[in-house]
């Protein structure tokens, strides 16, 4: 069977559920089929030694990023978000149904945006569905055509065509997508708490956070628990923000009720403490809070109380990021961080003492399991041979003219960040961002 590889990959330093452990990778087929001792003399007709220096990872899965493609395609779009995923180590994406139009609310939309994907992707690509007023009806339809699960909002998305369900919508549909077993992911912020909190306006960055305050958020995770507690329907919960609401989390899951949680990069790097007004390139909801609340999210994740770590890129042209008058009220509400999401979690990771694996459990194993990627985010036999090579102890400004992504904007430019992806590499071959791409379109359950 030796004879058979494509690939053999030696590495003194696999990231693996078992630890960091030194091992010979043989791949077949795009998939990984040996893992033997380093010594082992598996040949392929491809050899590949990596350094001391340098990790093998899973190639990581980012199942929260907005590609904006079709009808938003100069804030982003499947070439620019997939060459810069591929850049960050990212392998595997799962795109909103918003902000493109049309938004993925029905079969005919999920088809449009698969025909406009198709042979544009550096890496493999699934997508979300929406669930929006009135489409009770398509959620099984878009289920049964692949979507991963279904996206909705407790207010105002940003955008007028992907509108907000209010309760009783919510429950509706949570009781639907309950009947196949399907998805329910929540944006949690709740409606009236955000219309009955100051308004934001201006530059400073104090006043646009009480526009959106702690208690929206974890008035809104509240509902959404009792609503799955009630109706069963499998729920995870985007991006959360507020620590005050992991203790309800803990306990949800403790009684059993089927709820994973994220938060993203931006949340586990920045305060706001440290924002300076006017700096609209932090704009997100819900906001960056203050720095105890961050290092809560650091405890969270520890114990297990949110389960993954994702982008949630969301970029926009950078006139909409408002950075010549800095107004927190007009500026569009997303920051860009695809290509930068590990190197982010790593600097700050290992400050904490988490080590890679701990980071390839939150980045690439617990997002995969989340969205039923059964062959993606582990090094294992039988999985997808998709793997970042990560040097960990190497460190980069950020420079923000050299990222992938459409516009030249994030919170993180000119910051130093540990670790360099050196490459990427999706089904056995290494990804070359200059060549024709290669990426699948994925269906739930299809990988
Ligand atoms: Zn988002």
Redesign the pocket.
């Known amino acids: 069977m030796s004879t058979e590889l494509d690939l053999v990959v030696k590495a003194p330093r696999i990231i693996s559920t078992a630890g960091e452990v030194g091992r010979c990778i043989g791949v077949a087929g795009g998939r990984i089929v040996a893992i033997e001792p380093l010594d082992s003399d598996l040949s392929a007709r491809q050899h590949v030694e990596l350094g001391d220096d340098e990790v093998l990872m899973p190639g990581l899965v980012d199942s ?1 990023v ?1 590609v904006n493609d079709p009808g938003r395609t100069e804030w982003e779009g499947f070439t620019s978000a997939t060459r810069a995923a591929a850049a960050g180590g990212v392998t595997t994406i799962i795109d ?1 149904p918003l902000n493109s139009i049309p938004p993925t609310v029905d079969v005919a939309a999920l088809d449009l945006k698969r025909k406009t994907a198709e042979g544009q992707c550096f890496v493999d690509v699934g997508f979300w569905g929406g669930a929006v007023p009135g489409n009770v009806t398509d959620l099984r339809p878009l289920y049964d055509a692949g979507v991963f699960g279904f996206k909705c909002f407790l207010l105002h998305s940003g955008v007028d065509e992907f509108p907000h369900l209010d309760p009783p919508e919510l429950e509706a549909a949570m009781r639907e997508l309950r009947s196949f077993d399907g998805l329910m992911i929540v944006h949690a912020e709740d409606s009236h708490a955000i219309d009955r909190a100051p308004t934001a306006h201006g530059e400073s960055y104090q006043d646009f956070l009480a526009s959106r305050p702690r208690g929206a958020e974890n008035l809104a995770i509240a509902q959404v628990i009792e609503l799955a507690r009630w109706t069963g329907c499998r729920v995870h919960i ?2 959360v923000s507020s620590s005050d609401a992991l203790p309800m989390i803990a306990s949800a899951k403790r009684e059993g009720v089927d709820l994973t949680v994220e938060t993203c990069p931006h949340y586990l790097s920045f305060s706001a403490e440290e924002i300076p007004d006017g700096a609209t390139q932090f704009k997100c909801c819900p906001p960056i809070r203050e720095s105890g609340n961050r290092e809560q999210l650091w405890k969270g994740l520890e114990d297990g109380t949110i389960d993954m770590v994702v982008s ?1 890129h ?1 970029p926009s042209t950078v006139d909409l990021k408002c950075l010549d008058i800095g107004d927190f009220g007009v500026a569009w509400g997303g920051i860009s961080s695809l290509q930068l999401g590990l190197p982010a979690v790593w600097t700050q990771a290992r400050r904490r003492g988490f080590t890679l694996v701990d980071v390839a459990r939150w980045m690439c194993q617990a997002p995969a399991r989340q969205t039923g990627l059964r062959t993606k985010g582990r090094i294992e036999i039988g999985y997808d041979a998709d793997f970042s090579v990560f040097a960990p102890d190497e460190a980069f400004v950020v420079d923000v003219h050299k990222l992938h992504h459409k516009n030249a904007v994030t919170p993180y430019a000119d910051r130093p960040l540990a670790g360099v992806v050196r490459s990427t590499w999706l089904r056995g071959r290494r990804i070359d961002i200059d060549q024709e791409p290669r990426g699948r379109l994925l269906t739930r359950g299809g990988a």
């Open positions: 929260h907005h909103m985007l991006h949630d969301s």
